[in-house]
């Protein structure tokens, strides 16, 4: 399976809106070091399952060198940090709806879907577009944040 930030980043906001909906209270006064942290999480455990699935199938080759590890380390802590401050970025009623469409996964994820396009009064189609168009924005600002970090 090819996982990318897009993937990564959906997983964090999948858990933040599901956590949310279970009724969870976040205790933090900032919002944002809550979801970052969630953020965090997933990319630490995506790294772990990388390790499992190199070790499971791995063929004896030289050691991957530790200096590239670190940078590609420090190049995902700079993106989730990124990622953290572009969401921040957004207005409430962006980084609101992205969450709660996000919000469930399976079956319930399509009524959810389609319960958010009956509030706004639009077709389902149209609220892909408007989710497609919000993530798009935090790319973009993603992309400039980490090319004005590094």
């Not at 944002?32 to 995506?46: C, I, P, W």
């Not at 009064?121 to 993603?142: S, V």
Request: charged share 35%.
């Amino acid at each position: 399976m090819c996982t990318t930030p897009d993937d990564l980043a959906d997983e964090a906001i999948d858990r933040v809106a599901r956590r949310l909906a279970e009724g969870e209270r976040i205790e933090s006064p900032e919002v944002m070091h809550y979801v970052y942290g969630v953020a965090r999480n997933v990319l630490l455990e995506h790294w772990k399952s990388e390790r499992r699935a190199a070790t499971a199938t791995a063929v004896p080759t030289p050691a991957r060198n530790p200096a590239e590890a670190d940078v590609q380390r420090e190049r995902s802590e700079l993106e989730l940090d990124c990622f953290a401050e572009c969401l921040n970025r957004q207005p409430e009623p962006e980084r609101r709806l992205l969450l709660r469409y996000y919000e469930h996964t399976g079956h319930d994820k399509i009524k959810a879907r389609s319960t958010i396009a009956q509030q706004l009064g639009i077709p389902i189609n149209a609220l892909r577009i408007r989710i497609h168009r919000i993530k798009a924005d935090l790319l973009r600002c993603m992309d400039r944040c980490t090319h004005g970090k590094t």
